[in-house]
């Protein structure tokens, strides 16, 4: 669990009123983060489960995000906060969740792309936020937002919903995720050249500068 991701949860949860129950899949609080991984007081009088593969501090049943053994349409509000690039499988993590979602439920991802591998057992992923939103192709309505630099986002999001909201609330959804990402800004061109030096030969200066130039244009700026 990181800051940033409770900052948005803090301003998402009264935007979306949850759908009980409330799930939180990926929910043990892994050594270092007890207690400040706990997402349950944002949920206060709210049914909560949370679920993980492993026992632990919070974790109330054991569930395997492939093959959840839970009946159809039995989950509110499914939470998936950094989790699913530890999942081996996640688009069969996804429709398992589309599968035991509401017709009403909704679904908060977030996970990681420029982001150390961090075993909790296994990472498995790093998403772009145009690949969260294939990931959540089966749903009928989604966003997919990043937060970081635009060409290299430290993180990325993705609401959605087995049926589209009002459009007052998508818009408000828009700005606020608008706001969250410009919080959490954290420019990467000095990434961006630290990689580009390591994996681009002397010998290829075309290619360098179009890297180069394609960095700028996505910034809006020139070199």
Excluded at 8 to 21: I, Q, S
Excluded at 130 to 135: N, Y
Excluded at 178 to 198: D, K, M
Aim: charged share 25%; net charge neutral; with cysteine.
């Amino acid at each position: 669990m990181r800051v940033l991701i409770k900052d948005l949860l803090g301003e998402l949860v009264p935007a979306l009123p949850a759908v009980d129950p409330v799930f939180e899949f990926g929910s043990l609080q892994v050594v270092g983060q007890e207690g400040f991984a706990d997402l349950r007081p944002l949920y206060v009088g709210r049914e909560y489960v949370g679920c993980d593969m492993r026992p632990g501090p919070g974790v109330d049943r054991l569930l395997d995000l492939h093959d959840l053994d839970l009946p159809d349409g039995s989950v509110g509000t499914a939470l998936l906060m950094d989790t699913l690039e530890h999942v081996e499988y996640p688009r069969r993590a996804i429709a398992e969740i589309h599968r035991v979602l509401k017709p009403d439920g909704l679904l908060i991802a977030s996970s990681v792309m420029a982001f150390p591998i961090h075993n909790h057992p296994y990472d498995y992923w790093r998403f772009t936020p145009e690949g969260f939103a294939s990931l959540l192709s089966p749903f009928a309505w989604r966003l997919a937002w990043g937060a970081g630099d635009e060409s290299f986002p430290h993180t990325v999001l993705g609401i959605a919903a087995r049926r589209p909201p009002p459009a007052q609330v998508e818009a408000a959804l828009t700005s606020l995720l608008t706001r969250w990402s410009r919080r959490w800004h954290q420019p990467a061109r000095s990434r961006w050249r630290a990689v580009a030096r390591l994996v681009i030969p002397p010998g290829l200066p075309l290619l360098a500068d179009a890297v180069r130039r394609n960095v700028a244009q996505r910034r809006g700026s020139r070199e």
